[in-house]
């Protein structure tokens, strides 16, 4: 499979095709986690505003988007993780390991000292996928109005 990455910049016109792979990408989560995923408040225009705000990448197969991570330093000297997506037809070939080996790359070219992404506690699968890419869970957490943890946050300190 033949994919290229791509940074999303101020010609970028796609946000329509991109909303799409996000949401398709996450649609097993409905009636999953609770509360919903904030990707189902996703707009073309709402992508456009975080494209220019954070570091944004698409992973291409033949011109299409099947795949996409947001990236937005933070302190203390992390690189925040957000909307990691691959289309299920491109899950397991790579894409997702792309984009997060770009992102460490991209923290260490900033000179931050760990990756930091957060993950629903519903979702057991993506615990283990991140921790095979040295992610350890580091905090829970609770979205407003709910009285049990709703995420964990996961850190990969760069050495």
Do not use: W
């Not at 796609?14 to 996703?42: C, H, N, Q, W």
């Amino acid at each position: 499979m033949a994919i290229e990455i791509a940074r999303v910049d101020d010609r970028f016109e796609r946000y329509e095709e991109l909303l799409k792979v996000i949401l398709t990408a996450f649609a097993y989560m409905e009636g999953v986690i609770d509360p919903p995923s904030s990707a189902t408040r996703l707009t073309p225009q709402l992508l456009q505003d975080k494209s220019g705000s954070e570091i944004a990448y698409v992973a291409l197969k033949d011109d299409h988007i099947v795949g996409c991570i947001f990236l937005r330093p933070e302190p203390p000297q992390t690189l925040y993780i957000g909307k990691l997506a691959v289309l299920p037809d491109a899950q397991g070939k790579g894409v997702g390991a792309r984009l997060l080996k770009l992102a460490e790359q991209i923290a260490r070219a900033e000179g931050l000292c760990a990756l930091r992404l957060e993950v629903r506690v519903e979702l057991t699968r993506n615990h283990s996928y991140f921790a095979g890419f040295g992610f350890v869970k580091t905090a829970e957490s609770r979205h407003p109005g709910f009285d049990r943890t709703t995420s964990f946050e996961m850190r990969k300190v760069l050495s």
